[in-house]
């Protein structure tokens, strides 16, 4: 059979090695999302096509993690297929609920339109017909509940009433319950948090701040202006100190939305959370800001601007303890619920969507985005097919961006809605792969510090 290198795939410059067996390079595969560290020589092989002279060992590797692959092989069908598979027989069902349209904070540069709107208790029983009807189509294994949307807390009767039946659902159908919250934190309370992990089924917590003080201030302020970041923080820090968080170690995550303004706040913000020992307790985030329905975007950094502040966080974060995780991307067969069949969100006004973008922003409000209303729409009858659920097909037939792009595999195009706005949904990775590859390569030698999952990741010569 013949092999030619495998288009998804990417090699750094060559690096010194200190083994004294002279220099290696990282090759990454992004049809597998694995990496391994390969000699000089065997570069040079790859490069001119040489791979006859490719000892048995080497060429199996390489078979393995895809870095070489038949020559008449369509790749791009490959990678779209096996994405299409994984959606088929996805075995979990995902359901993001948004108990409350109301908000606290007046961040600038949000596009939802909050109100006081809640969901009426009138629809629970519709709720639960609706996701009753998907386990009726299908025979899911696991029912994963996500608050989200406006401020879910303020929405806190929702959450305390609707669980104990969605817990019923699931288990009627033998499937498992779990939950995840993303919250402002302003209400995360200690007792609020125990609350969500012992009675309500939440096993991951999402909080933003975007910066430290001064920059979080002057973005994520309550409605009135009033400053918020020291509250979150001292919720942060009740709550991190908790036994039962120590216990338990569930999942809190801080997500730092990023623009040109604040920019100068992430350093500051990584350096304040290791200062008060939070830097194995939590993860870290940064995220670029992107469109809400709103010129939001405009303010943004370049991509390639954020891509290369980017690696300085990520060494700031290794220097100090954080578990530096996601260096090497792993593959990312399913970008959203858009693109799924069945996963779908529901907002205090009953409307179902199958993107969590739209809610409550009034530029979406007659757009093909809204699936239907519980109110008036039996649950089997919702709108079907549904917008983006040929995502997929579309990369793979209309040789757009993503269709050409080495990192697909490992991106999957990121969000559908933004490329069908014309605003680029290309990823940082896609602009410093190669340094991440490089910060893996140094970690793994004792360099910095990382994790075991990354050690595990970079670690074969061949």
């Not at 125990?194 to 910066?211: H, K, P, R």
């Not at 303004?261 to 350093?267: A, D, K, P, S």
């Not at 809610?359 to 729409?377: C, I």
Request: with cysteine; hydrophobic share 35%; net charge negative.
């Amino acid at each position: 059979m013949r092999f030619i290198r495998s288009y998804y795939s990417l090699v750094t410059d060559s690096l010194g090695n200190s083994s004294g067996e002279g220099p290696v390079r990282v090759l990454y595969s992004t049809r597998t999302g694995k990496a391994v560290t390969i000699k000089e020589s065997l570069h040079k092989k790859m490069e001119s096509g040489d791979f006859d002279d490719i000892g048995p060992a080497d060429l199996q590797r390489l078979l393995e993690i895809e870095a070489i692959v038949p020559a008449d092989e369509n790749e791009l069908e490959t990678v779209i297929n096996r994405n299409l598979s994984e959606l088929e027989d996805s075995d979990t069902l995902s359901f993001i609920i948004q108990p409350t349209a109301n908000c606290q904070l007046g961040c600038d540069y949000c596009g939802q339109l909050h109100t006081k709107k809640q969901i009426d208790p009138s629809f629970y029983s519709n709720i639960l017909a609706r996701i009753e009807e998907k386990f009726k189509i299908q025979k899911y294994k696991n029912l994963r509940i996500s608050w989200f949307g406006s401020e879910p807390l303020m929405g806190w009767r929702n959450i305390q009433e609707l669980t104990p039946l969605l817990r019923s659902l699931a288990a009627r159908h033998q499937a498992s319950y779990g939950a995840a919250i993303v919250t402002n934190g302003l209400s995360l309370k200690p007792g609020i948090f125990e609350s969500l992990v012992n009675e309500f089924g939440i096993d991951a917590i999402e909080i933003t701040l975007d910066g430290s003080a001064f920059w979080h201030d002057k973005r994520r302020h309550t409605k009135e202006g009033g400053a918020t970041f020291d509250l979150i923080f001292r919720n942060l820090l009740e709550i991190c100190a908790l036994d039962s968080f120590a216990g338990r170690r569930i999942p809190i995550s801080i997500r730092c939305n990023v623009d040109a303004r604040n920019q100068e706040g992430v350093l500051p913000l990584i350096r304040q959370l290791a200062a008060h020992g939070l830097q194995r307790r939590i993860s870290f985030y940064p995220c670029p800001i992107h469109s809400w329905g709103n010129d939001a975007h405009t303010l943004s950094l370049t991509k390639e601007a954020y891509a290369d502040l980017e690696i300085g966080w990520i060494i700031e974060m290794a220097a100090l303890g954080f578990p530096v995780t996601g260096l090497i991307p792993g593959l990312k067969k399913s970008v959203c619920i858009a693109v799924t069949k069945d996963a779908e969100v529901i907002d205090a006004n009953g409307n179902i969507f199958n993107c969590t973008e739209v809610p409550y922003v009034p530029v979406y409000e007659n757009s093909g985005y809204v699936l239907g209303n519980l109110r008036d729409t039996p649950p089997a009858g919702i709108s079907n097919p549904r917008v983006f659920q040929d995502w997929n097909t579309k990369v793979l037939t209309d040789n757009n961006t993503c269709s050409t792009c080495r990192m697909l595999p490992v991106c999957g195009g990121m969000c559908p809605k933004s490329w069908e706005e014309n605003l680029p949904a290309c990823p940082s990775n896609k602009f410093n792969i190669k340094d991440k590859l490089v910060l893996a390569y140094l970690y793994t030698r004792g360099m910095l510090t990382t994790t075991e999952e990354e050690s595990i990741l970079v670690n074969q010569e061949i």
